[in-house]
């Protein structure tokens, strides 16, 4: 697996042609598909609306499920998944766009999934310094669904491709999504 020791950012584009959840990323010399959200890209990100979020984005660390993958390799900070860890997605909370621990009364996302689709995640600065209410929660770089199929507003990537990126990611890299198709 290469790694780099410069800053690289991660860059997203949603196809010209295609599904609006299709998109591309290019990180260094690396070019892969990847899915966006099922509303495609918005600039104007709001809770629940199914579009990922355009902007650049900080890296600020990588979860994953201990039990499924090694503990991931490169320059991030890594912590565990456990089966009660959650993402407040409830706009009225004042846990907001941030993790929690399960049980937890306002509305969350589950982190433990059995679907593998949170097995590697990055998080990325989207919402969250400051956190305001309805500008979207848990917006992630994640594994991909089998099928290619669109996420919920974040960034998904098959899982080796998500590998080489965040092995690749440095502390000062950022993840930009961009509104329109590359040129």
Known sequence: MRRYNCRMDL????????P??????????????????????????REGDGAT???SFAV???????DREKTPGGLLACTAIGRDDGWCDDPADPAYNRPVR????????????????YDLVLVIGHND???????????????MRPDGGPTEGCVAFRAE???RVIAGLA?????????????
């Open 161 to 163: 491709d998500i590998r």
């Open 20 to 45: 609006v959840h299709h998109g591309s990323a290019r990180f260094g010399d690396l070019v892969i598909a990847c899915a966006l959200g099922r509303a495609g890209i918005s600039a104007g990100k």
């Open 102 to 117: 399960l049980p937890y009364a306002a509305r969350h996302e589950r982190m433990w999934r059995d679907d593998g689709l």
């Open 60 to 66: 600020r660390r990588v979860l994953y499920r201990r």
């Open 129 to 143: 310094a400051p956190v305001v209410p309805f500008h979207g929660s848990a917006v992630f770089v994640h594994v």
């Open 53 to 55: 979020p355009s902007g």
């Open 11 to 18: 860059e997203i584009w949603p196809l010209r042609d295609g």
């Open 171 to 183: 502390p000062s890299s950022r993840v930009v999504v961009h509104a329109a198709p590359a040129t």
